[in-house]
Nanobody
Framework: VQLQASGGGLVQPGRSLRLSCAAS????????MGWFRQASGMEREFVSG????????GYADSVKGRFTISRDNAQNTLYLQMNSLKFEDTAVYYC?????????????????WGHGTLVTVSS
């Protein structure tokens, strides 16, 4: 069972990136999914989450209105559209599958983690 995040890179402030998280080995259609990030020297923090059927989504206050989470259960893929990127969005971004069908803001509620993709916002 593996989650592979991709789509990170170097981007200027104000620009956009779209992260993807592809699952292999099993399907996660009935699991809540989340995006977390970890900046250098900081703890891992919740960015966004989505329930199994996309009926419920949540965002950290720092990204609300700029980031959009979505999922395609048929493709077993999770996305994070990041617009109006800021310097402080620089971090390694991780996708994760929750234990249940809803998402959580707590890392301990996620049982499968991807390896992360680096997003660097710099001018």
């Amino acid at each position: 069972v593996q989650l592979q995040a991709s789509g990170g890179g170097l981007v200027q402030p104000g620009r956009s990136l779209r992260l993807s998280c592809a699952a292999s080995g099993r399907r996660f259609w009935n699991n809540g999914m989340g995006w977390f990030r970890q900046a250098s020297g900081m703890e891992r923090e919740f960015v966004s989450g989505i329930s199994w059927n996309s009926g419920s989504t949540g965002y950290a206050d720092s990204v609300k209105g700029r980031f959009t989470i979505s999922r395609d259960n048929a493709q077993n893929t999770l996305y994070l559209q990041m617009n109006s990127l800021k310097f402080e969005d620089t971090a390694v971004y991780y996708c994760a599958a929750a234990r249940g069908s809803l998402f959580s803001k707590q890392p301990r509620d996620y049982t499968v983690w991807g390896h992360g993709t680096l997003v660097t916002v710099s001018s």
